[in-house]
């Protein structure tokens, strides 16, 4: 590999690494303030430093120096190299995830051809579904390792809750491969920059209403957040990570926000047209039988990666609003929800949408 390839990868690889951990950071911020205000409270304003509040942004940084000197534990009746395994797995395959997602286009700068996705593969999606199905391994070894009957009855709801979830997740998408034939990620982008009717983006809510509907309530599921927390309910069996503390815990705690995060990426990505902006091309802005009002590469460049920011922030959002507006499912509910509403409705979305392709209507 050339030095300047290899200078590029990194440059991207280093800018999808720190937006993924500056979301987290962002959101385990959001959460306390975006509740306190849905609830008429103030939230987290206490920590400061030289008498600087920020609005309760130093909080995150004080949880982390309390985390990091926090004494490292792990129990005696428990497994101790998977105990200390389990939470580095589940954070480090729900990071790798983000190799595979565009957060820009393909731009000609300085003679270099630069493609704003880490890892460019033609099986992108496959890539993000087989790293996501392998983050299991850490939930259920974190509650099978610590030795305690609780934290397994956790692990195993949290295998069985994103196993079953995952299905319908990948049921749904079958529609948006039949419509943009591709599995590469920045290809499916791309593809949703053209126009129906001349007019109307093709982004993947307009062709797929249902299948995003039931894609966002699967991702919901997979992040195992309010109101699928059902393997980390703490009023019911406190969860897989109650053997848990000090760093080990807050791998777990960071992977959860860094799941929302890809799920908001996902959904940008597969739904909403990625980094794509309407009726703006590599050459300008052109509206329909208008001619192109010419812009500066790198201006179209830095708008695109905005918007997919913008994208991904909103749906973060979205999903924090969801947490702290709906009740926790019961079990028997939840699984209820997944094999006999969701199932069904994405294999009826399969068949939907075949047959739309099928008399040409896409």
């Not at 991904?312 to 019961?330: G, Q």
């Not at 699984?335 to 949408?353: D, E, Q």
């Amino acid at each position: 590999m050339a030095p300047m390839d290899f200078l590029l990868h990194f440059a991207k690889a280093f800018f999808i690494f720190n937006l993924a951990m500056g979301f987290m950071f962002i959101l385990s911020w959001m959460e306390r303030k975006q509740s306190a205000l849905m609830q008429d409270r103030i939230g987290a304003n206490r920590a400061d430093l030289f008498g600087f509040r920020a609005l309760g942004l130093f909080h995150p940084i004080a949880d982390a120096i309390k985390l990091l000197t926090k004494e490292d534990f792990s129990p005696s009746s428990g497994h101790r190299f998977l105990h200390t395994l389990a939470p580095m797995l589940a954070l480090f395959f729900a990071l790798i995830s983000f190799a595979v997602i565009p957060f820009g286009g393909i731009y000609e700068i300085g003679g270099y051809q630069i493609s704003l996705q880490v890892l460019d593969l033609n099986i992108g999606l496959l890539y993000v579904f087989a790293t996501m199905s392998m983050g299991i391994y850490g939930f259920v070894l974190a509650g099978w390792s610590s030795g305690n009957n609780y934290g397994l009855l956790g692990s195993l709801r949290a295998s069985s809750q994103m196993i079953s979830y995952e299905i319908t997740m990948g049921a749904t998408i079958v529609g948006v491969l039949m419509i943009y034939g591709t599995l590469n990620l920045q290809d499916l982008v791309i593809a949703q920059g053209e126009l129906i009717w001349g007019w109307l983006p093709k982004w993947g809510v307009v062709v797929q209403p249902l299948g995003f509907i039931l894609f966002a309530t699967a991702a919901m599921a997979e992040t195992k957040r309010i109101p699928f927390d059902v393997p980390e309910g703490e009023s019911e069996i406190i969860g897989y990570f109650v053997e848990y503390s000090g760093m080990k815990f807050a791998m777990f705690y960071s992977s959860d926000f860094v799941e929302t995060v890809l799920a908001s990426a996902l959904m940008t990505t597969l739904f909403f047209g990625g980094w794509q902006i309407p009726f703006l091309y590599q050459e300008g802005f052109q509206l329909p039988g208008t001619a192109v009002f010419s812009l500066p590469p790198g201006l179209v460049m830095g708008l695109q990666v905005s918007a997919f920011v913008m994208k991904v922030s909103f749906f973060c959002f979205l999903l924090m609003l969801i947490r702290w507006t709906l009740p926790r499912f019961r079990w028997d509910h939840l699984m209820k929800l997944g094999w006999t509403i969701m199932l069904p409705l994405s294999i009826a979305n399969i068949l939907v949408t075949a047959w739309l392709v099928l008399i040409g209507f896409f």
